[in-house]
């Protein structure tokens, strides 16, 4: 059974950083693209970032390019998420997603949530 799931979220002021991880089991890391997404209170799932199966090319929405830094960690089967200058307009749940590296379709956990206030 596919499973994913996240942790690292939590409460954190204007400026700050956080970083999440993303646990795979059930397949094998380097055999897919991953991504993740986020979703903000009363709106749509947005793509946030996504990787090659290798782990060698990142993308970014423009929204948090030089800010996010999405790695893959294909020995341990992990995905991870360095979030810093953390706006409060990055404030929602957080998904990793097994499918693409350019869209939020495919498999995802249950969520981590991110809070940006002061």
């Known amino acids: 059974e596919v499973q994913l799931v996240e942790s690292g979220g939590g409460l954190v002021q204007p400026g700050g950083s956080l970083k999440l991880s993303c646990a795979g089991s059930?397949?094998?890391?380097?055999?897919?693209?991953m991504s993740w997404a986020r979703q903000a209170p009363g709106k749509g799932l947005e793509w946030v970032s996504g990787i090659t199966t290798t782990g060698r090319t990142p993308y970014y929405a423009d929204s948090v390019k030089g800010r996010f830094t999405i790695s893959k960690d294909n020995a341990k089967n992990t995905l991870n998420l360095q979030m810093n200058l953390l706006k409060v307009e990055d404030t929602g749940m957080y998904y990793c997603v097994r499918g693409s590296a350019f869209s939020a379709a495919g498999i995802r956990g249950p969520g981590t949530q991110v809070t940006v206030s002061s």
């Open positions: 059930g397949f094998v890391c380097d055999q897919f693209q």
